[in-house]
């Protein structure tokens, strides 16, 4: 479920021709375009986001936050913090949540690696 920096494939050309920085933000909303326009149905797109939501939350990143910094060690620890959450007397999130969570988010994060 990892995107390591060095796996992130998708890259934004300027009108230049130079590379510029992808952001969390800019591959999240074209990877909500393109689900789009393949007929992924609207709550779909929406469990999509809010899961990356709580993924940035967690991780303090925001949309203007480089997507090369989305490294695996920090998806583990996320993983592994929603599993011990309520063992630490946190918010419930049950396994089915947990795992919902960890199934949209992999979903964008190998899309970014393709």
């Not at 021709?17 to 074209?30: L, Q, R, S, W």
């Not at 599993?83 to 049950?94: I, P, Q, V, W, Y």
Request: net charge positive.
């Amino acid at each position: 479920m990892a995107a390591q920096a060095a796996k992130v494939k998708r890259v934004i050309k300027s009108s230049a021709n130079k590379v510029k920085v992808v952001t969390i933000g800019d591959a999240f909303n074209e990877f909500i375009r393109e689900k789009t326009a393949d007929g992924v149905v609207p709550k779909t797109l929406h469990n999509y986001t809010q899961s990356v939501e709580k993924f940035k939350a967690f991780a303090n990143f925001d949309d203007s936050t480089d997507i090369k910094l989305i490294e695996k060690a920090k998806v583990l620890e996320w993983i592994n913090h929603m599993k011990e959450t309520k063992a630490n007397g946190g918010e419930e999130l049950t396994a089915a949540s947990t795992n919902h969570y960890i199934r949209d988010c992999r979903s964008f994060l190998y899309w970014c690696m393709n």
